[in-house]
């Protein structure tokens, strides 16, 4: 991966001082006026997230102080702070609580929340379920996934049409979660119902966030149903594909992930995970596991059909290393632009945008000033990935600067999977499962803007999707694989509104 080593010099005025000062600085670093209690900001916030976050950095530098009541909330935008907090002082921060209480009542007492102990011994027994190699190994559930659902893009017989790239792209990576987890792929109602499910709860979730606290689901308030409902049919989906495999033991050993997560065992002391903590990891990889990648994918294709030259480049070069076949896990980093493509996406979209909050266990230092115990710490990925220090002209979609000898980025500058020992479990499952979807897509169609064009605006739900959906035509391409017409199976075919 192309996202490290040496520090390049910065091209403009830099607010945080040098990590390296030994003597935290007097006071408080700078930041925005709060006016009454904070309010003006949270309405800020509340209007233009990404807009409010990009502005801090502008008008204050890399490191700003924010006080809300009484809150006192840093945003860090560097590289150098984000490693210094994420990494240097991992120990001593834990995950923001409202974030926790939001996601807890999705996905249990996953490793996504839990800490301590317990979120070290739920990640030991995870890890080996997520390694490159054994990601690999799930590459054939994942190009049957992508087949399927891209063969019936449009209809038998279709030379082109209008395709709903998020309903595409989210049935399809649904369906790769599924067959990885459960070698089970995904009925029409099962990708119909927790799509829906997945949608209203991500919804939900950004909602409460910004709620000082979580009342109950049970009270009579907007949106509570539908909550309610959406959290019943995904328990009920993961539940049933868990017991099934429980009343069928007998069958050959499977290399699924949840047979991985059955057969874990802790080093430490030989003991495998409860039924509920298998429950709750399916939970987070079934959730945490198709909407980033489906999102990112969704990204990728807009800025494709928006650049006709690279992906004219792009259908070459997948030409050239499969032709006709099927991508196996080996093929995938032989495919340096296609690769280079989406970490190129991940930077102008990261998925997960601007939610990573931390609090501080004690008190600890960052870019020389002192930051107290109880403090939050904001990171906000689109921020640093749009630092023109970094990434010159950086609203430009530019793959070339991941290509394998392009000049070093600073470490942790492209950081779309977090950083630290709380990066992203699934960052080799999701970087396998895009290649090879993208890959798939190019060997069968070719893509163009859409009538009217899709606007692209970035909207912050739990993850970053264009506002309004994304269109595009997608049109057979001659030769390849693109007559090809799948049989029944999963993927409603995804029509334009
Ligand atoms: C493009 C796709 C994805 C993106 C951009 C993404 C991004 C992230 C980010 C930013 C974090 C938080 C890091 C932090 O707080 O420091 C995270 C955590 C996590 N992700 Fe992903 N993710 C993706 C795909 C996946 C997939 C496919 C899975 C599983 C199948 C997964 C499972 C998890 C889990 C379990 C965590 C919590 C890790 C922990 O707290 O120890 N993610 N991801």
Not at 132 to 144: I, N, S
Not at 291 to 302: F, I, M, Q, V, Y
Not at 353 to 366: E, F, K, V
Request: proline share 9%; with cysteine.
């Amino acid at each position: 991966m192309n996202h490290a080593t040496s520090t390049p010099q910065p091209t403009r005025p830099h607010t945080a001082p040098s990590p390296a000062q030994p003597t935290p600085r007097a006071g408080d670093p700078p930041g925005p006026r709060a006016g009454w209690f904070g309010l003006p900001l949270l309405r800020a916030m509340r209007r233009d997230y990404l807009g409010f976050v990009t502005g801090l950095q502008r008008d204050h530098g890399d490191l700003s102080l924010m006080r809300i009541a009484n809150e006192r909330a840093y945003d860090l935008n560097s590289p150098e702070l984000v490693r210094e907090a994420l990494v240097d002082h991992a120990e001593h921060l834990v995950r923001w609580e409202r974030g926790v209480a939001v996601f807890e009542q999705v996905f249990g007492r996953s490793v996504l929340v839990t800490e301590g102990a317990t979120w070290q011994r739920q990640r030991r027994l995870l890890m080996p379920a997520f390694t490159p190699k054994r990601v690999a190994g799930y590459a054939r559930l994942m190009t049957e996934a992508a087949a399927q659902g891209l063969d019936q893009a449009l209809p038998a017989g279709q030379q082109q049409g209008p395709v709903a790239m998020d309903a595409l792209f989210s049935q399809l990576t649904m369906d790769v979660i599924m067959r990885t987890l459960f070698s089970h792929a995904a009925t029409p109602e099962e990708v119909h119902s927790a799509s829906w499910a997945t949608q209203t709860l991500s919804e939900t979730a950004m909602r409460e966030m910004f709620y000082p606290l979580t009342l109950p689901d049970w009270l009579p308030l907007p949106g509570k149903a539908a909550k309610r409902r959406a959290l019943h049919r995904l328990r009920r989906l993961i539940g049933r594909h868990i017991e099934a495999r429980r009343q069928a033991p007998a069958t050959p050993e499977r290399e699924d992930l949840l047979a991985r997560l059955l057969a874990a065992r802790d080093e430490a002391d030989g003991a495998a995970l409860s039924p509920s903590e298998v429950f709750d990891q399916c939970m987070v990889s079934f959730q945490a596991g198709h909407e980033t990648s489906a999102t990112a994918l969704l990204w990728w294709s807009l800025l494709l059909a928006r650049h006709p030259a690279l992906a004219q480049r792009l259908h070459a070069e997948v030409d050239q290393v499969l032709g006709t076949r099927e991508p196996t896990a080996d093929d995938v980093p032989q495919l340096v632009w296609l690769n280079a493509s989406l970490k190129e996406a991940l930077r102008l979209y990261p998925p997960v945008g601007a939610l990573m909050s931390r609090r501080t266990t004690a008190d600890i230092t960052l870019g020389g000033w002192r930051i107290p115990r109880g403090a939050l710490l904001r990171i906000s990925p689109w921020v640093l990935h749009r630092d023109p220090r970094w990434f010159s002209e950086p609203e430009a979609f530019r793959p070339e600067r991941f290509l394998p000898d392009a000049p070093p980025l600073p470490r942790s500058a492209w950081m779309p999977f977090g950083v630290g020992p709380r990066v992203c479990l699934g960052q080799h499952f999701a970087l396998m499962e895009m290649g090879l979807v993208a890959a798939m897509l190019l060997q069968r169609y070719t893509l163009a803007l859409g009538q009217p064009e899709p606007q692209g605006l970035p909207d912050m739900n739990v993850t970053l999707r264009p506002r309004g959906g994304v269109c595009l035509q997608l049109q057979r391409r001659q030769g390849g694989l693109g007559g090809r017409v799948g049989s029944a199976g999963p993927a409603a075919r995804a029509a334009c509104a």
